[in-house]
Antibody
Framework: QLVDSGGGLVQPGGSPRLSCETSGFAFSGHWMTWVRQAPGRGLEWVASISEDGSLKYYVDSVKGRFTISRDNAKDSLFLQMNSLRVEDTAVYYC?????????WGQGTLVAVSS | DIVMTQTPLSSPVTLGQPASISCRSS???????????LSWLHQRPGQPPRLLIY???DRAPGVPDRFSGSGAGTDFTLRISRVEAEDVGVYYC?????????FGGGTKVEIK
């Protein structure tokens, strides 16, 4: 089970931190990923992190602004979002895997607006 | 980047009848590990997506056998043998071969 949290209404330039609490599987043995979906739009991959956190990949539009991280001792995934833009408005999903996405969180909405 | 193109954009279907969705990638999805990392997801309105098929044709746990995937290289198809009411929503293909991971634009399936 994946439980996403940390979203809300944020001003442009804001810096929220998303969290994903996991349970029911061996978290430290899985790549983890964030996927987002803007209102009424399709799915967009945001970032992925390897099992031990040593490898991180980002979509170009968030490089240098977002940081994916994990705490294997607490079975948790994070997404630190900085310098938010209006176009970052979306539901953000925590997802297991990298080559396919087996389990999805319920999503947390980040709305960027002044 | 690998571009994923789905057709059709929308598919009105009759209950009990078959349906199919196509997905084409801009380059081969065969990975160096020998697998082809093409998956299909289904999203019902107001819900997160759910994995249906991975590695072209492997059904995820709990997915009914009326769903099947096929294809190779750059051309892939999702088939529903007999559409049920719960199958409405948007279907996405996704490539997991290389970063950036990319999705198709989605196909909306609705009942006629």
């Amino acid at each position: 089970q994946l439980v996403d949290s940390g979203g809300g209404l944020v001003q442009p330039g804001g810096s929220p931190r998303l969290s994903c609490e996991t349970s029911g599987f061996a978290f430290s043995g899985h790549w983890m990923t964030w996927v987002r979906q803007a209102p009424g739009r399709g799915l967009e991959w945001v970032a992925s992190i390897s099992e031990d956190g040593s490898l991180k990949y980002y979509v170009d539009s968030v490089k240098g602004r977002f940081t994916i991280s994990r705490d294997n001792a607490k079975d948790s995934l994070f997404l630190q979002m900085n310098s938010l833009r209006v176009e970052d408005t979306a539901v953000y999903y925590c997802v297991t895997g990298r080559q396919s996405f087996g389990v999805w969180g319920q999503g947390t909405l980040v709305a960027v607006s002044s | 980047d690998i571009v994923m193109t789905q057709t059709p954009l929308s598919s009105p279907v009759t209950l009990g009848q078959p349906a199919s969705i196509s997905c084409r990638s801009s380059q081969s999805l065969v990975h160096s590990d020998g697998n082809t990392h093409l998956s299909w997801l289904h999203q019902r309105p107001g819900q997160p997506p759910r994995l249906l098929i991975y590695k072209i044709s492997d059904r995820a746990p709990g997915v009914p056998d009326r769903f099947s995937g096929s294809g190779a290289g750059t051309d892939f198809t999702l088939r529903i043998s007999r559409v049920e009411a719960e199958d409405v929503g948007v279907y996405y293909c996704m490539q997991g071969k290389q970063f950036p991971l990319t999705f198709g634009g989605g196909t909306k399936v609705e009942i006629k």
